[in-house]
């Protein structure tokens, strides 16, 4: 069994942890509580920090388009996708566009096309949808690609994705895609984050019982790893 931490980790090694394999590849990037949670008051924010955000941004920087949810758009409040100065000359270095692209996955549509999301995005976002949705001012903001006529083919999605130059796809949910994806065996990556969170009794959880009055941090101590299990230690 090995102790992985605490060790000092810098961004150039986080870069060179993260890299992909050459070729397709579609890395999911989650956070969840220590007892399931995946948000907490309906939002993932609560669940992060600088450190997440640091492995986060990283992970954006690496990818050639960002897969989401419209769920997961309108609830989280998603910005345009943009990246500083530093990173954008990264990924022009490492040859790269300047931007990865935002893809929305939306069986209705029904996404605002005044959404920062799309109408501040530095490049034109991608919706992937069904036959018959109907598109409204949506065209305007955002290239349409219509994949299965009842539900969102996503493995026709992600083939249409990598036809335009998107090897390297990454997604940050929600939970319906992340599902739809696994079960269409699709999924390369999941990049997991604990959070040191007890958010209380909730649907699908690893815990039950009644709600706690509000989240409760644990201290991480250490993290172990042995024979492909990582075993993490909070505690007061």
């Known amino acids: ?96 566009a300047e931007y990865p692209t935002m893809v929305i996955v939306s069986k209705r ?37 219509t994949v299965g006529d009842d539900q969102v083919d996503l493995r026709a999605g992600v083939a249409a994705l990598r036809e335009r130059g998107f090897a390297h796809l990454l997604s940050e949910g929600g939970p319906m895609l992340f599902g739809s994806l696994a079960a269409a065996g699709l999924v390369d990556e999941l990049c997991l984050t604990v959070s040191p969170l007890l958010a209380g009794a909730g649907p699908g959880r690893i815990i039950g019982g009644p709600e706690l009055p509000a989240p409760e941090h644990l201290t991480l101590r250490h993290v172990l790893y042995d024979d492909g299990l990582l075993f993490l230690r909070h505690a007061r």
């Not at 605490?6 to 870069?15: F, G, M, N, R, T």
């Not at 490049?123 to 036959?131: C, E, F, G, K, N």
């Open 1 to 96: 069994m090995q102790q992985l931490w605490p060790s000092a980790v810098e961004d150039p090694q986080l870069i060179d942890l993260y890299r992909t394999p050459p070729g397709p590849w579609l890395r999911l990037n989650f956070v969840a509580s220590l007892d399931g949670a995946g948000t907490v008051d309906g939002r993932s924010a609560p669940l992060s920090g600088p450190a997440d955000k640091r492995v986060f941004g990283v992970l954006r920087m690496l990818c050639d388009a960002l897969v989401v949810g419209a769920g997961t758009v309108r609830d989280e409040g998603y910005h345009a996708l943009r990246l500083d100065a530093d990173r954008r000359a990264w990924r022009v270095a490492n040859g790269l």
């Open 109 to 145: 549509l029904d996404l605002d096309p005044a959404l920062d999301a799309l109408a501040d995005a530095p490049v034109r976002p991608i919706v992937l949808t069904r036959a018959g949705a109907d598109p409204g001012k949506l065209a305007e903001v955002a290239d349409l690609i």
